[in-house]
């Protein structure tokens, strides 16, 4: 206990022996509200406050102003619940279908048809110079935040302070935040208007401040880049970064296809890259029943929801989105959704939503017992990563089984039972 703190409670004990109650009273309401406003009442928030202390080192030795070291970086709160977000992982892995068809939804494809309209003279624009065609901007954005619904509601210095003084991903979290305090020293944004996600993505396109730094431009010409209220920059910066990361002007994301009888489905997953002429050879041909993308062009075949439900040829561009957002399931989803925009017809094999649900331990185990039997299923951290599913797909082509890398509770049974 402070001192502060030990001084009001002789102050209490002294009045109780006089049983002088309103002054007890008045007394104990002084104590409270000084221990809710003391830092140094707490051993969790003396950490934090000795963290920022080194923090503002930090930021003094790279040159952010005494300005905003003081007035942001001085006055940021710790975010409790942003630890426990950062610490939440959903119980139950999610389906291709789940994802997906939360996503690509037709008010979602509807808006963004009208927002390209809407915005033709920008995004094409914005087109010539970067080679990025209007529907997958677009998408970007509608995955993103919703068309600017959503840019999320928290403190980004107070959020990525919290994290960037947790030990768990502390040295990453630092450099996001001393990023952040560049932003706003370079007169960006102002500290107040400086609202993203919990982890810190920030504006239309929920760039992180790495992003931002090294990504975002002033396309209107005011001086600042300001991916919150300017529709200009945003859109610009989304294109800059996607050209950066290598995104080809010749090429789509990719298609969805079908595959003949008795295909072999071992052949899927990204680390198989093979030109498309050879997919057609294989009797892939296209859902829409125009032809394949050219066919000097390599592509992976993807399976997501298994032999049942749809299929998909991938290109390097589709490798482009997911430097973007590592998840297959998204960049799948913004490449339809830029499709669906752009006025292509709608999958001729939806995903179909299982009610069975795998949980994060049953997918451990799993692991675990696939780097038994030999079969390399990376570390068991419970995702289904293409690691995991390309090891999957060995052990079904071992017993005789589809090789498509997909996951049911019966699969989890005949590997459990094997590895025993």
């Not at 139950?92 to 994802?99: K, L, N, P, R, V």
């Amino acid at each position: 206990m402070s001192s502060i703190a030990s001084s009001i409670m002789s102050f209490l004990q002294l009045y109780t022996k006089k049983r002088h109650k309103v002054l007890i009273f008045s007394a104990s309401l002084f104590l409270i509200s000084t221990v809710a406003s003391n830092p140094a009442v707490s051993a969790d928030n003396q950490q934090f406050g000795q963290c920022v202390a080194n923090l503002q080192l930090q930021a003094r030795q790279i040159g952010i102003s005494d300005n905003t070291i003081n007035n942001v970086l001085g006055k940021v709160r710790h975010l409790a619940r942003v630890i426990e977000l950062d610490r939440r992982q959903p119980e139950f892995t999610q389906s291709f279908a789940g994802y997906f068809n939360t996503r690509v939804t037709e008010d979602r494809i509807r808006k963004g048809r009208d927002l390209v309209a809407k915005h033709r003279d920008l995004l094409s624009r914005i087109a010539r110079e970067n080679g990025i065609p209007p529907k997958y901007l677009v998408s970007f954005w509608g995955l993103e935040t919703n068309y600017g619904g959503y840019f999320g509601d928290w403190s980004v210095p107070d959020s990525l302070a919290t994290l960037a003084c947790d030990q768990r991903r502390g040295a990453f979290f630092t450099q996001e935040l001393l990023n952040a305090l560049r932003i706003i020293d370079a007169g960006d944004v102002t500290p107040d208007r400086m609202v993203g996600s919990w982890a810190g993505a920030m504006g239309h396109m929920q760039f992180m401040p790495s992003t931002f730094l090294n990504y975002a431009r002033d396309a209107d010409g005011d001086g600042r880049r300001d991916l919150w209220g300017s529709l200009e920059d945003a859109m610009a910066s989304a294109a800059h970064f996607l050209r950066r990361l290598g995104w080809d002007p010749e090429l789509e994301w990719g298609q969805e296809v079908k595959l003949p009888q008795g295909f072999d489905y071992s052949l899927a997953g990204l680390h198989h890259k093979l030109p498309l002429s050879d997919w057609a050879a294989r009797g892939v041909t296209p859902a829409s029943g125009l032809a394949l993308l050219p066919t000097h062009q390599k592509a992976s075949l993807l399976v997501p929801a298994g032999h049942q439900g749809p299929a998909f040829l991938v290109t390097d561009n589709f490798h482009v989105i997911m430097r973007w957002n590592r998840s297959e399931f998204y960049a799948l989803s913004v490449g339809h959704l830029a499709d669906r925009i752009n006025g292509d017809a709608a999958l001729s094999q939806p995903p179909i939503e299982n009610d069975t649900k795998i949980s994060r331990d049953q997918v451990r185990q799993l692991q675990m017992d696939l780097n038994a039997l030999g079969i390399d299923a990376g570390g068991a951290d419970g995702v289904m990563g293409p690691q995991t599913r390309k090891a999957i797909s060995i052990f079904q082509q071992r017993t005789q089984r589809i090789a498509d890398g997909y996951l049911d509770t019966a699969l989890i049974e005949a590997v459990r039972a094997a590895a025993r």
